[in-house]
């Protein structure tokens, strides 16, 4: 039986070794995009997974999310008699807030957790070593292109999701609440500055670096079996919707 | 899936964020893509608290530029707000310019009241006469404390 001071070393240990393997993966990763960029079509079927057929969701969940937002908004603002207010409450949460976050989180549910079975299913069956063994680089074929399309793909789907949710609110606050058109699309343009669009799109880029960096890993090295890969795509989704999260929280503070 | 075919949903897929982007950017976050129609002049305040750079400047509600910048100038001991007027508006030079608020606790923004004078202010040029923020709080302690005449 070890001592626990021993396991305690043991586990900050393994942390530590899998922190370095993870941020090795990285550099690697952008060092391969950057010197052997793949043919346009590994990118281009990636931007058709990630974003393309990502749409759908972001489009419903994006509508709901403003409708709500719209709801919740008018609940709150009438109680100070300031419902022309809402275009902008909408606005801003979104396009500052929710709209990086739940796009990145629907994106990691959707084709994060994809990216890893089909990641770790070819790790377990060899094919990934196949690819070595012809003298391919595997990352050119399989990392890169992820990286590089969730890049571009998920500031994009960012953008369809704000633009959708402050519609939704539209929806539910001039149509179904009343709000004066006029108020709500003003107060919005009034309210909305050029930094708020920006740190968006900052943040919903370093999500995209995120969710495919984190799946493309554990994908990667994927344990053994249909076990292995079902527990890698498990913790795939959870530590990349942790890590979007906690990045969240200290990306906002530093952008500020 | 033909290669014809996933090039052009990507395509649409593209086009469609780029759209919304642009939306939020242009529209919303009134990011400039040409910035030759505007003109710059400052003025001289007392005191403009509350203004904020990116504060509109409305003459008759009219809204005719933004207030782009304020400094403080240490020599004179006042504050300096650089604005950008529209490019067709003329500003005559005995224009008298007066930070207000919209309601009592809405936000301040920069009235301009056109002068009769001949001459017109020059880009780059000086709004001579300012009036400065109401200090409300002021007003109503005066208020108050009985000190109005």
Known sequence: MPNPVEQLGALSLSLLREMGRMVNFLVYALYKIISSPGKPIHILKQLYFIGAKSFFVIFLTASFTGMVLGLQGYYTLTKFGSEGMLGSAVALSLIRELGPVLSALMVTGRAGSAITAEIGIMKITEQIDALRTMALEPFKYLVSPKIVGAVIAVPLLCAIFDVVGIYGGYLVGVKLLGVNPGAYFHEMEKSVEWKDVYSGIIKSISFGVIISWVCCYKGYYAGHGAEGVSRATTSAVVMSSVLVLIWDYFLTSILL | ?149
């Not at chain 2, 469609?16 to 001289?44: F, R």
């Not at chain 2, 009219?62 to 910048?69: C, D, F, I, L, P």
């Not at chain 2, 301040?108 to 056109?114: C, H, I, S, V, Y």
């Open chain 2, 1 to 149: 899936m033909k290669r014809a075919a996933l090039e052009t949903i990507v395509g649409i897929f593209v086009l469609v964020g780029i759209l919304c982007l642009a939306y939020l950017s242009i529209k919303l976050g009134k990011m400039e893509l040409i910035g030759g129609d505007y003109y710059e002049v400052h003025a001289d305040f007392a005191s403009v608290s509350g203004l904020k750079s990116g504060a509109s400047v409305e003459i008759a509600g009219v809204e005719v530029g933004r207030v782009e910048r304020i400094v403080f100038e240490p020599k004179s001991g006042v504050a300096r707000v650089y604005l950008r007027i529209r490019a067709g508006v003329e500003l005559a030079d005995d224009v008298i310019a007066s930070v207000r608020t919209r309601g009592i606790i809405g936000d301040k923004f920069l009235q301009l009241k056109p002068g009769g004078s001949e001459k017109i202010i020059a880009a780059g040029g000086r709004i001579r006469e300012t009036e400065s923020a109401i200090d409300f709080e002021e007003l109503l302690s005066k208020y108050i404390h009985g000190q109005v005449e």
